[in-house]
């Protein structure tokens, strides 16, 4: 039996069939049922007939159109027009923008139906939280966007959250940190069959997805490594990455799921982007840094919460970063000691750097805690 039954009420077919597409294409067709009328008497005639509870999305017209209060159903209204979403504070009906990115806007109506399933005490506290996503990226390359993305892992992971890493770099660089005890070969090539099967049989692929994950005994990261894996990451397509990344999200064993992205437009970027609650994009005190950001995030889909983040910060800025459009929120600082070192453990468990690393992962929980998903 799927987990979700979605009633949707809308009028636009060519909306709603893009939705429906999306469902049948991605991951969530195992969890979603999805039924969509285009009046609210032939969804209350439907809804007369099930046992199951509901989550019913539509226009405000549509919602206000059904007779929910004696039911006590959860409900969404969708708007054509971007708002402050109030999900997760307890009354009906939450409100959402309609034309946001598929990814973002199911995670986030999943959430809502788990979130009132908890308070019926039909699902318990660990099942509703939905994994939470991070994105690291940059304009360019040599920002550190390993070195950060690992020490965001570590922190969350010192905390006792439930982590995974992924690369989604051609050539990726975090393996000479996570290398200690790990079957690169073997991690190689259980990959490509993962790829395999997104291309030929994706019924097998999220129970595939885990026996790729490696925990790196020397920190205790899970991980998954795209080592020799360029072919496979360059000719991945959007729909794969789509499935991908739905499989690491909705396999109930991690809190958090923290990306580690090159710096292209190349779709798997562009849609792994699209994904992410929070984006810590790494910018330097450099003319061509700053004026490539500007441009990359220009060409971009709207993110949801971005937060420019000075990697190898000495204390003080020679450009304002804000004419750029990139006004900073947090810095972190430069570590000359790195620069020679031949161990590359060294990268995750510098203090001052940590300590650093701790501030925006503080900043990203309060979010969290906010958005009611895992306070």
Known sequence: MKE???????????????VMAF???SS????????????????ENFLARTS???????????IQAMTLSDKGYPSVVLHTQAIEANNHKGTYPYHLHKYQALTRLFAELCQIDLSHKQVLGLVDERKARRTKVIGVCSAIGHCGKSTVALNIVRSLSMKQYRVLYVSLESIGSAEIVLQAGADNNSSSEMLSQLMYLLKIDRSRFTSKLSSVIKRDPATGIDYISTINQVREMEEMSKSEVKLFLDGAIHNDQYDWLVIDMESSA??????ALEYCDDVVWLIQDDAICLHKTNLFIRTMPALNRLHYVVNKYTGRLALDAGTYGC????????????KNNANPNVLITHRIY???ISFLIRALEKQVSTKGRLG
Not at 327 to 338: A, C, G, R
Request: charged content about 20%.
């Open 4 to 18: 979700h039954l979605f009633v949707w009420i809308d009028e636009d077919m060519e909306y709603v069939g893009g």
């Open 23 to 25: 469902v049948q294409q």
């Open 28 to 43: 969530y067709k195992d969890l979603i049922d999805l039924k969509i009328f285009t009046t609210a008497s032939n969804a």
């Open 52 to 62: 199951k509870i509901p989550l019913i999305i539509g226009t405000e017209q549509a």
């Open 266 to 271: 190349h779709p798997r970027i562009v849609t």
């Open 327 to 338: 006004e900073p929120s947090f810095f972190l600082p430069y570590i000359p000691e790195w």
């Open 354 to 356: 940590q300590e650093a």
